[in-house]
């Protein structure tokens, strides 16, 4: 790694050299999401330069926390995977993210406000069990945001997988979800729920869908933390 040392022989000052460089806990938290592949880990730092990207990954690397390995039956295409070390890290980042929901003001959090990020989150934690067992395709059309990122489909395969699109995937669409951006957010980030934020919502499809979607929803991992601030 090559940002300046502490200098310092105690053992937190040399963990952040390795964890506290730009971008390196917000990548820890992809990794330990499931995230392997580059241009998966780039879906969850949409605001994160390639090339940076691609350092910290060889940062991580070196330090011995993420090893790359080839896809076998793809050509030059790699994997990331924590190592023992790296999974070792797992509760340093979950209480990192529960310190900042429990005392990072919302109206600071809600300032940073990104729609890709948002769905991809969405996306690996929607929980399909309340959904119809066949494949059910949700839109969220987020009608505060210019056309380019207004809409959105997650498409919910029966064996419980699911894909977002960034384009029209060509499926029926099963529930139309029309809100805008802070809203969903904040229900998201746990600071709301979708009883409380009714009138900013528009359904268009089935009742069974639109009333259960608190439950199939999902949140971030961290809405569990109560939150302490404003």
Not at 132 to 143: G, W
Request: charged share 25%; with cysteine; hydrophobic share 40%.
């Amino acid at each position: 790694m090559t940002h300046a040392s502490y200098k310092q022989f105690c053992p937190l000052a040399m963990a952040a050299e390795l964890l506290c460089t730009r971008w390196t806990m917000v990548l820890m938290r992809e990794l330990l999401a499931g995230s392997a592949r580059f241009n998966d880990l780039r879906r969850g730092v949409p605001k994160m330069s390639p090339t940076l990207l691609s350092q910290r990954l060889k940062d991580l690397e070196e330090a011995g926390i993420v090893e790359r390995r080839p896809v076998p039956s793809e050509r030059g295409v790699f994997e990331y995977s924590l190592t023992e070390p790296g999974r070792d890290l797992r509760d340093v980042v979950i209480a990192m993210g529960m310190w900042g929901q429990k005392w990072v003001e919302s109206s600071l959090s809600l300032k940073n406000l990104d729609p890709s990020l948002l769905m991809w989150d969405m996306r690996r934690n929607l929980n399909p069990e309340p959904l119809p067992k066949r494949r059910t395709v949700i839109q969220f059309v987020y009608h505060d945001l210019p056309s380019t990122k207004r809409d959105w489909w997650l498409v919910v395969e029966p064996i419980g997988e699911v894909d977002l699109c960034w384009a029209d995937p060509g499926f029926e669409i099963d529930l139309y979800v029309s809100t805008d951006l802070r809203t969903m957010t904040a229900i998201w980030m746990g600071v709301t729920d979708v009883a409380s934020e009714r009138e900013k919502f528009e359904f268009t499809g089935p009742n069974e869908l639109s009333s259960t979607i608190q439950t199939w929803l999902g949140l971030s991992p961290f809405a569990v933390q109560k939150k302490l601030v404003a």
